[in-house]
Antibody, heavy 123, light 108 residues
Framework: EVQLVESGGGLIQPGGSLRLSCTAS????????MNWVRQAPGKGLEWVSV???????YSADSVKGRFFISRDSSKNTLYLQMNSLRPEDTAVYYC?????????????????WGQGTVVTVSS | SYVLTQAPSVSVAPGQTARITCGGN??????VHWYQQKPGQAPVLVVY???DRPSGIPERFSGSKSGNTATLTVSRVEAGDEADYYC???????????FGGGTKLTVL
């Protein structure tokens, strides 16, 4: 059974930094397309960043240059380093596995999610 | 960047059929995925690749696509189906994963 457990959230002042962790069991973070997705209070889902199994990284324009996704295969853990935080970054941050169906991936979807960790950016 | 448009809310009586739509430019060329999210919970995948259901998802949930619109249909709606529903695509041109704004399904 796949389990994703996020941690590291909390209250942080604007301009500060925070590192989120997502510890996985039942899957290898290095062999999967691992993502961060966030949800601001009362708002919809927003994709944040992905790290592919091959190491390629892509991020949403709203966080590019401020947030950095990485992984540690020895700890089977995914990270999100968040710098220069803004009040609009306040959200629940979910770790999610990206998957595709069939042998050729025409599209990707999220088939496993963690329960999320709350980040609040406020003075 | 690619944009998906959903109506904010849909209401339906128990036992009736709910249709939740998702619009996007040239969405016919993309595969659409759908998620259900109940308050305080993580999203759950209910339909992938336009019309396939993950194991454990009731047959009452089905997906379709026509023209520039994808539709999630919930048949014989139950009180437990009340939730927010999101569509999602993968934009191959930017390697970005895109969500619609979400639709709140209310069971009257």
């Amino acid at each position: 059974e796949v389990q994703l457990v996020e941690s590291g959230g909390g209250l942080i002042q604007p301009g500060g930094s925070l590192r989120l962790s997502c510890t996985a069991s039942g899957l290898s973070v290095s062999n999967n397309y691992m993502n961060w997705v966030r949800q601001a209070p009362g708002k919809g889902l927003e994709w944040v960043s992905v790290i592919y199994s091959g190491g390629s990284i892509y991020s949403a324009d709203s966080v590019k240059g401020r947030f950095f996704i990485s992984r540690d295969s020895s700890k089977n853990t995914l990270y999100l380093q968040m710098n220069s935080l803004r009040p609009e970054d306040t959200a629940v941050y979910y770790c999610a596995r990206g998957s595709c169906s069939g042998g050729t991936c025409y599209s990707f979807f999220f088939d496993s999610w963690g329960q999320g960790t709350v980040v609040t950016v406020s003075s | 960047s690619y944009v998906l448009t959903q109506a904010p809310s849909v209401s339906v009586a128990p036992g009736q059929t709910a249709r939740i739509t998702c619009g996007g430019n040239n969405i016919g060329s993309k595969r659409v995925h759908w998620y259900q999210q109940k308050p305080g919970q993580a999203p759950v995948l209910v339909v992938y690749d336009d019309s396939d259901r993950p194991s454990g998802i009731p047959e009452r949930f089905s997906g379709s696509k026509s023209g520039n619109t994808a539709t999630l249909t919930v048949s014989r709606v139950e009180a437990g189906d009340e939730a927010d529903y999101y569509c999602q695509v993968w934009d191959s041109s930017s390697d970005h994963w895109v969500f619609g704004g979400g639709t709140k399904l209310t069971v009257l």
